[in-house]
């Protein structure tokens, strides 16, 4: 039961990657599909016979638009990884945690605590099992 969940999570995924690479065969198989229909409704050309036109600038057209979206999507993803690089520049600092005691006259201490100690509620919560 768990291995066919798997392998069907695994050739969904697979299948979404290889439409993103057929896209463009896909586009030139819908096109010879339909190229009657493109040409009669859809051609700009369909008034002037005499260009032979025959669909292909509708479908240059696709292609463009393909290829612009591409772009656009390439720009913003390399837009988000730059922003991330840049505003992620996480630097941890970790202080021990010093008790300082001080001892001037007998019976009398002062106790220091260092503010840069972490005072993070998580690690109180988020332990090892107690024995």
Known sequence: MRSSKKTWISLSLLSLMLV???VIPLLYLDFEIRRDYIVANLCENRNRPQ???DGKCYLAKRIAALDEQEKRQAEKNYMSQLLDNVMDQRTYYSFASQVVTFK???GLSF????PF???VAVDDIFH???S
């Open 104 to 106: 001037d006259l007998p």
């Open 20 to 22: 993103k690479v057929w």
């Open 128 to 130: 090892p099992p107690l």
């Open 51 to 53: 260009l032979n036109c």
């Open 117 to 119: 100690a972490p005072q």
């Open 111 to 114: 106790n220091y605590s260092s």
